[in-house]
């Protein structure tokens, strides 16, 4: 029986290429995540375990942002080291990023602490840690 081990790589299409581009370039960059490939309407990061690829839609699907509880991705999320990165994301994506929050970094889950946002065509996107404190009273 085959098994799956991980998630090798994530592709969304975007409306804009290059304003997308730069918003996960700076965003990705933050996360930890480096250039893997470069094309000319295609860019792809790695963090060493998982590739995250944006790529220009067809020009008929540029007319519109994605719409949250559409058939399609409900959002993705990034797993951090801790609250503490979920925080200094928030900030981020706040100061720097100038991302629409959809709800701040905070508990949403018992011991599920996170920050959830949009990429330019409404996608939503997550940065969350779960289970952290339940690490530190175990110890």
């Known amino acids: 029986m085959a098994r799956v081990v991980g998630i090798d790589h994530l592709s969304i299409r975007v409306s804009d290429y290059e304003k997308s581009k730069q918003f996960y370039g700076r965003l990705l960059t933050f996360l930890g995540f480096k250039v893997e ?14 590739l995250f690829w944006i790529g220009q839609a067809e020009p ?5 942002k994605y719409q949250i509880g559409e058939v399609g991705l409900h959002h993705y999320a990034f797993r951090l080291r801790s609250r ?10 706040r100061d720097d990023l100038k991302a629409e929050i959809v709800d701040p970094a905070g508990e949403y889950y018992e011991d599920y602490y996170a920050v959830f946002f949009l990429d330019p065509d409404g996608l939503k996107l997550e ?13």
């Open 37 to 50: 490939a470069d094309y000319p309407e295609a860019t792809g990061w790695t963090n060493g375990q998982t």
């Open 127 to 139: 940065g969350m840690r779960y289970g952290e404190n339940g690490e530190k009273s175990a110890s």
């Open 84 to 93: 503490k990165d979920v925080d200094d994301l928030d900030a981020f994506l």
């Open 60 to 64: 008929s699907a540029r007319k519109r």
